[in-house]
């Protein structure tokens, strides 16, 4: 089928994306924006309203998880299935459980966060719409894109375009799936 | 330094000539660059052959023969690990009482070189030191080969090697588990951790540019493989919204994951009883050494690379600088560290330590003592000057001078402390037979070949980060105008 | 060749002996056949065909580790030693000592333990062979046979027979028989370590052969001038004489060593001077005369000051009846008939030193009646006879001429003038080499033979197994040597003591036969040793200066030097190895990688020198010298060792070195002292003579297993100062050794509970020598490998109890100290051992689990005492003799894994069993270690701690127990009694 995806604006700067990010979300705040920029623009978040993602929440939980999981490892591991006297020490010498303990809790963290943020994103997915825009591959260059989801009828690619040509994009073509 | 004869890109720093502007405030990066030059630039390091910027740098007789040599020097490692499992480690000069030697020695070295990598990305990024971000790529690789290669030794010395994955707690049949009080075990589950660590945070940093290398690829196969690597990364704001959040996250667990790991290493030593190991000190020591060592082997990469890749523009002399201080501090604390030991020593009154530190002063491994003394404490003295500070070939001298030091350092804690302990009737010394150098020359050439083919195929300047920059000193150029205006 | 393999015997002889063998005949194809199968059975030999008595009633101290025990006898120095062979089904793995045998007393000596190894060392003689070929012993019968015929007619002049020591009776007969057959046949008898002068002064005195030996267990007050009153025949009975009179109640005796080299004396004597041998000359004749002996004369030089020499003969004076004078070899006969008559004079004869009349061990009076007439000659008389051209037929039985004689005798360029020369021996040595006719001979522990004792008790030797290489008895070889019945050595043996009991009926002899066997000695129906009593004394006894000795030996060296420190002229002593003796057991791996007690070598030999004499002629530790005797000349090229506590001007050089065809163990170990070894006035073999020495600028590197030997201010091997203490009741307060008990000391950690039994040790330093019995004991009982003398260089030698040796400045005492796994409570190792493979068990016994083990080495590492040993390589031998003698309650540990003291767990755990068996608790004593039972003089205890009354218990209930290091808090469960000074010996300071 030949549905479309939506409408992709060319930036040449990010102030100019950002400017009509604002710009947009004011006059039509229902409107669905995305944006593609080749490096981590600062207030890029902010001008689309993100809210706080769950990578940290998934980053305590794993931590939480790993050093708890590795302290109790250990102690089950040392008073309850293998205990032997090991040079006149208690079997529950605690303190000596704390440094694999610590490193599994980072461990834990880091998969989590890394393993959160992919999911979060849906990545990995090599096949986007989005790729098939022309120029797009400048995206991880030098070049900064607004994409403009088709989501009612009401606005059709001729009206998005001039909004976008407005707005201070140089370039717009049309996002098919 | 000579200029090679290529034509560089983008405006020059007239600063690298050295000269009368030394004293000048130098950018952490030369102004005029875009993002589209900055990642042309890096990912044509890359990709580009012929009629680039610089074509065909991998055909120049340099590089081939830096690659001959190392890889050869990695297969001779290759050989004699084999050889080493095949006979055993009485290979090694290694005896009773001294059961470790150099395997011991090169695995702490590694690993302390491996830990200014993370240093670099992680610490550095929490304090946002924008210099970082053209260094923190390459020597996050650095770290990750470095602690690689590290792991690689404590596997080498084992009596019975082939049995190594013992010390892991894994189910099996005779319900058998590690030792948790050993310092061992504590080692495998640190370093296992720091490699994981650093590689995701190597990776995650890498995502973007692999994008850019897709995008930029014209080979077919190229763009496959860095494609498949990008996981099909496409720029979006969400995702660089999550993934900013989970890169500072790493990074903030890195921080505490890079202190621990070498105060880790250095328990495998502080619990023993041995006078020479049984110190509160080394945790601080060890984990000081280690940024020692590692900013050492950073500016030893840094030096070659911005000049035969030149990359003078991205890799400044305020990197070096900057660098060459982090080197100096370290410095005074390991001396630090080597006074306190010391003054311990006969503070205590414990005639063992004594009479251990006497034998450090005047026995028979006297002369590595004060060699390394020379080399960590007194050579990075030049550093306060900043004129060396700015004269590269300097610099690589102090830098290679600190590594050598370091390694010394390594070796007499680990063997001078075991060859005379508590009763005289067990003292003997230890004797490097041909193996053991075998073994430490070639996991240097592992490292550097290792490291080629990182340079080969992998941006080692994130362009990602790069093209941030470019934007924040244009803001920085804008707004400095003003004021002076 | 591996010569367990036995095809290659068959295929490719390689060894020397067999090499160009022509086409064989049939016949000897089956001879080899026959040879290899029985090198193929060497695994699973069968007990020998005659009926042999397991030894029943096992002693309460000796724990039984194997099945199997059968009481024998081992000769040293050709005096019988009552051990009992370990046999596990039917193989012998290990020798104890035989507690009913006096020589033994249940102990042993390393070169006792170690001649298990001999015996299955697979390089032994195997074949008859005759001018280096293999031949069959029909042959060799045959042309024997040809050969005394002849004899016969001339009566047998140009017949003679030399052999080793002998105390056999059954081969005393044998020989007295062969006698009586050729009339004019002579018997020489040569021996590298008899004290010829000793002997010579004896036949002065008492005008007889005298075998002396001591009753130190009644002695107060021991004088030794260079005796080594504990090693040899009687070594490890004096040993233990001496540490019992130190334990009983009553004032402690003392002993004084005036020694050349430091000795096993020196170790545990109160007082110890390093002497030159005329200085002890000296001092005996100070001595005789202060004591007021007849005719000793005045004496000019006095080596002690007068004060120490006022005091050693009061002491005498007041130990009368209860003291010992003992000469060394070193010395001249005058020095040995002083010596004598001093015992004599102070009424010691008889009770502390005891001359027997070495014919009065004769079972029965009418053998006794013609042992007078029965006196062997010297080697050198047959030398000479030889060069005379007198000697037709040379039949040599268990010696070595050809090495073991001083290289000035020329004994080998004499024998080539012998027409017919055969040689009986267990390898194919030097002398086999050199002899038309070779016969290998059977090990003591492969076919029947008796022995007596130094103190002449007799008893029966016993084979535990059937010759493993096909050696024939010396009795068989005896036979073959006279006209007359073809028996077996079984027959032989029987015979003499048939002939012995011949009172008694066929039952009543049967019944003692089985006794003697069973309790390995014959306590009933021997005579009991004649003492002699000397004959008066003549009057005008001679100075020493006209012996050869003397005149050669005379001054310290020193007082001649003609300054010339490069060419300076030294007195060189020949003495036998501590290790390998005489030179007889260099073929011993055991033996040559256990390291020298005061050098610590391993593998070598070197010569000794004073720290001053070394240092006067610029030499330091391992420079090669250039030793050349003045008269005939002589060379000698040789590595020296610094030894504290050496006498100055004096260089000693053990013999049995330099072997060229010991086997492959022990062939070109060292350097061959003989070559410099020269004769007395009298053409005996002397142990001294004046060298010249030359720096040759070499250097050798010595493999070595301990390099300091200085305690370095740090109390390891203590001392307490008691005036007139008991040694087990400790000292009175003050004088405590250890500090407070470890239990007090105060820990972060509760304490562990030890139910049931807490095993534990002390080692007496008081009473250990440095013998290294218990070494050689733990390495047959726990498999512990041979690494050699490459690995020992770089510091990987395997012994699981070393015995660290530490000098006081002036070498006067030189202490000491086993030391093992500590098997601490709170084991450092443990804790640092990432999979557990080194943890404690129930009852404190820190153990090693061999098949976890990973080898990380950190155990090691972070063991203070560093008595944990690690297998670099493959150090376990495959060999199919190893396997047959090795231990199979202990595991044989492969590459890469650490091992370590048990505390003989497989004994433990034996006893445990019989325990349960019997349903009663184990019983203190139930448990012996290995090295336990092999100490002389009972310095190591184990047992129980738990139990309050058992012998560890009360051990380290003394004042002189302490632990080493105890502030590391490891709390050992080995501990030590500190060494006793008793400040009342020690004679007033002054120049030793």
Partial sequence: ???????????????????????????????????????????????????????????LAGGVLGGLGGFLMQWYAAVVSYPVNIGGRPLNSWPMF???????????????????????????????????????????????????????????????SKKLMELGAHTVVEVRE | MAESPTIPAGPRNAADRGGPEVSAPVPVLAGGWTDAGVTDKIAGLILNRGGSWLSGWDRHWRWRSALLVSFSGALILLAASTWLFMRGVGLFGVNI???????????VWWIGIGHAGTFISAILLLLRQRWRTSINRYAEAMTLFAAGIAGLFPILHLGRPWFAYWLLPYPNRMELWPQWRSPLVWDIFAIATYLLVSLLFWYVGLIPDLASLRDKARRRSRQLLYGLLALGWRGDARHWDRYETAYLLLAGLATPLVVSVHTVVSLDFAIGNTPGYHSTIFPPYFVAGALFSGFAMVVTLAIPIRHYLQLQDFITLRHLDLAACVMLACSLFVAYGYLAEIFTAYYSGDPYEIAMTQDRFTGVYAPVYWAYIGCNVLAPQCLWWRRLRRCVPALLAVSLVINAGMWMERFLIVVQSLHRDFLPSSWDVFVPTLWDWTFLLGSIALFVWLFLMFVRYLPLISMAEMR?????????????????? | MNPDDAMSVVNGPAAPHTEGVADPVRRRVLKWMAASTALAGAGCSQPPAEPIMPYVSMPERLTPGQPVFYATTLRRHGMGVGVLVVTESGRPIKIEGNPRHPASAGATDAQTQAAILDLWDHERSRVVLHRGRISAWSDFAQAMALRLEAHKADGGAGL???????????????IRNWQSQFPLARWHRHHPD??????????????????????????????????????????????????????????????????????????????RRAMAPADMEALLRAMAAKLGLPAAGDFSRVPIPPAALNKLCSQLLRARGAGVIAAGPALSVQAHVWAWRLNEHLGNLGTTVLPLARDSAWPDSGAAESARRLSPESLAALTHAMRAGEVKTLLMLDANPVHESPAALGFAAAMESVECTAHMGLYPDETARACLWHVPMAHELEDWSDAWSLDHVPSIVQPAIAPLYGGYSPHVFMDALTSGARRSAHECVRATWQAAWRGAGPEAFEQRWRTALRRGVIDSGAPAPRILAPLPAPAGMAAPAEDGVAVDGGGNGEDDNDGDGLAASLIAVFACDPNIDTGNQANNAWLQELPRPYTKLAWDNAALLSPATAAARGLHDGDVVELTATSPDAVLRAPICIVPGHADGVITLPLGYGRQHAGSTGNSVGFDAYALQGLDAAGRPSRIRRVRMRPTGERQGFARSQHAMRQEGREIARTVAVQGMRAQAGPPDGAQAGTDAPRHRPSLYPDHRYEGYAWGMTVDLDACMGCNACAIACQAENNIPVVGREQVARGREMHWIRIDLYHDEAGRRPQFQPMACQH???????????????????????????????????????????????????????????????????????????????????????????????????????????CEAACPTQAIVFGNVNDPNSRVSKAKASARNYAVLEELNTRPRTTYLARVADPGSTLEDGHG
């Fill in chain 3, 194 to 271: 008899a004290d010829v002068a000793g002997e010579e002064a004896a036949r002065q005195v008492f005008g007889s052969a005298v075998d002396c030996c001591y009753r130190l267990e009644r002695a107060a007050l021991v004088i030794t001038l260079g005796a080594e009153l504990f090693s040899g025949a009687g070594g490890v009975r004096n040993a233990q004489g001496f540490a019992a009179a130190r334990r009983t109640r009553g004032p402690r005796p003392r002993l004084y060593a005036f020694e050349t080299a430091a000795g096993f004396c020196g170790a545990l004597a109160d007082e």
């Fill in chain 3, 824 to 930: 601490c409570e709170n084991a450092p190792c443990e804790v640092v051992c990432p999979v557990g493979a080194t943890m404690h068990d129930s009852e404190g016994l820190n153990v090693q689990v061999y098949n976890r083990c990973v080898g990380t080495r950190f155990c090691s590492n972070n063991c203070p005492y560093k008595a944990r040993r690690f297998n670099f390589f493959k150090y376990s031998s495959d060999s199919l003799s190893a396997k047959a003698h090795q231990n199979p309650d202990v595991t044989v540990r492969q590459r890469g894994v650490m091992e370590k003291c048990t505390y003989c767990v497989q004994r433990i755990s034996h006893a445990r069993i019989e325990a349960q068996k019997a349903g009663r608790p184990i019983a203190d004593g139930d448990v012996v270690t290995a």
């Fill in chain 2, 97 to 107: 009482p001294v059961a470790w030697g150099f395997a011991l020695g090169n695995f």
């Fill in chain 1, 98 to 160: 704390i440094p694999a303990a610590f490193e599994l809790a980072i461990l834990g963290a880091a998969l989590a966060a890394v393993a959160s943020m992919l999911v979060a994103n849906g990545l990995p997915r090599l096949y986007h719409p989005i790729f098939n825009a022309a120029h797009f591959n400048l995206a991880t260059r030098d070049q900064y894109f607004l994409c403009i989801r088709a989501d009612a009828a009401e606005h059709s690619f001729e009206t998005i």
């Fill in chain 1, 1 to 59: 089928m030949n549905s479309q995806y939506g409408t992709l604006g060319q930036f040449a700067t990010p102030d100019a994306l950002l400017q009509a990010i604002r710009q947009l979300r004011r006059e039509s705040p229902a409107m669905q924006l995305e944006a593609y920029t080749p490096y981590a623009v600062e207030g890029l978040s902010a001008a689309l309203g993100l809210k706080r993602n769950i990578v940290p929440a998934a980053t």
């Fill in chain 3, 160 to 174: 003679r027979l030399l052999t080793g020591p002998i105390s056999s009776p059954t081969l005393l007969t044998q």
């Fill in chain 2, 468 to 485: 941030g920059l470019v934007h924040e000193t244009a803001e920085e150029a804008r707004s400095g105008e003003g004021k002076a205006r």
